[in-house]
């Protein structure tokens, strides 16, 4: 007769997972990202599509973020803006306890954290601004709207594992 740690054993392999430490963040932090993510784009779906769309026709220049009126104006920086923070907000409870179990300081890693999202979150103000009009004159602007939200959170994907693991969320 199989037990149930036996059965949980046989299906998610944990010796595997114990001598793959990295292999076991990497999904978990995946896992955990995909979680965010989907905050992220209902935040950004909600505030672009609902809560701001009658701030797209009103550009909005700050340094060198610019969204003109054809790339959604100030609906979609503060879409981009907002959805971003929250969903950080979230990440970084969820990857400090979950993937990484850090056990370091939690003030030193949260400024951390915060310095290499801030890092991030201009990057992804910034970004779109460079990549929307062309992706927008291939699918348009409402699809274009998703994907280049897309490609920003897989940038940060590929910057955030590596800075947490081996920098901000260290376990002593």
Request: hydrophobic share 50%.
């Amino acid at each position: 007769m199989i037990t149930i740690d036996r059965f949980k054993q046989k299906i998610f392999n944990i010796n595997f997972f114990k001598k793959h430490q990295t292999l076991e963040q990497i999904i978990k932090f995946l896992l955990v990202g995909c979680l965010t993510g989907i905050l992220d784009l209902i935040i950004y779906s909600l505030c672009y599509y609902i809560f701001f769309k009658h701030l797209r026709n009103v550009n909005f220049n700050f340094w060198i973020i610019r969204y003109s009126i054809n790339q959604g104006g100030k609906c979609a920086f503060l879409s981009f803006a907002l959805s971003f923070s929250i969903s950080q907000i979230f990440n970084f409870f969820m990857q400090r306890k979950a993937t990484f179990k850090a056990n370091n300081n939690p003030i030193t890693s949260g400024i951390l954290y915060a310095l290499m999202i801030l890092g991030t979150y201009f990057f992804c103000l910034w970004f779109p601004t460079v990549i929307s009009l062309f992706i927008y004159s291939k699918v348009g602007v409402n699809i274009g709207a998703i994907i280049v939200k897309l490609l920003c959170q897989t940038a940060c994907t590929i910057i955030q594992f590596p800075l947490n693991k081996f920098i901000i969320m260290k376990q002593k």
